[in-house]
C-alpha cells in the first residue's frame, strides 16, 4: 500500500512542478510584453547624433511595420518573449523544473540578462540607459508566492482523493 501511495506521490509533484514551470514561462512572457524602457521613442543611431532610426517590429501579423517606441513593453522582434522555455530533469530520486532563457545562443543570452537587470549608458545602447525589467525575478516570486500553494492544494486533494 505504501508503495503506491508514494508512487502517487511521485508523480504529483512531478505534475506539480511541471505545472508551476509553465506558469513561469507564461507569466514571465506577460511581464516581457508590459514592461517598458521608460523611454517613448528607441531605436538604432546612424551615427547623426541623438538622432534614432525607429527598429522594425516583427509581430504576429504585423510583418514590417515600424514601431516607434518600447512603450508599453519591450516586444520588438518577438525574440527575447519567444526565448523563454521551461525545463524539467527528472532523476530516480530528485526532478527539477526550470524556467527561462534556456536554450538560447550566448550571445542572446547575455543581451536578455542585460534587459533584465538594466543597464546604463555604453552598453547595448550607446547614448540610453535602460531601466531594469525584472521579469525573471517577478514571475519567479509570483510562481513561488501565488502558483506553488494553489498547486499543493490541488495535488494534496487529489492525493487525499485517490485519483492518481
Not at 522582434?77 to 524556467?99: C, N, P, W, Y
Request: avoid cysteine; glycine fraction near 10%.
Amino acid at each position: 500500500m505504501l508503495d503506491g501511495v508514494e508512487k502517487s506521490i511521485r508523480l504529483a509533484t512531478f505534475d506539480l512542478q511541471r505545472e508551476a514551470a509553465l506558469a513561469g514561462v507564461e507569466k514571465t512572457k506577460q511581464l516581457i510584453e508590459i514592461r517598458g524602457t521608460q523611454r517613448k521613442n528607441w531605436g538604432y543611431d546612424r551615427g547623426k547624433g541623438r538622432v534614432l532610426t525607429p527598429m522594425r517590429a516583427r509581430e504576429a501579423g504585423k510583418v514590417g511595420h515600424l514601431r516607434k517606441g518600447s512603450y508599453p513593453g519591450r516586444v520588438n522582434t518577438g525574440h527575447m518573449r519567444d526565448s523563454v522555455r521551461a525545463l524539467l530533469q527528472r532523476g530516480e530520486k530528485r526532478t527539477i523544473a526550470s524556467f527561462g532563457w534556456i536554450g538560447a545562443k550566448k550571445r542572446d543570452r547575455t543581451y536578455f540578462r542585460a534587459q533584465e537587470r538594466g543597464f546604463d549608458a555604453g552598453g547595448f545602447r550607446r547614448r540610453q540607459k535602460v531601466k531594469p525589467m525584472f521579469a525573471l525575478r517577478d514571475a519567479r516570486l509570483y510562481v513561488q508566492k501565488v502558483v506553488i500553494p494553489q498547486l499543493v492544494r490541488k495535488y494534496k486533494n487529489r492525493i487525499i482523493k485517490g485519483k492518481y
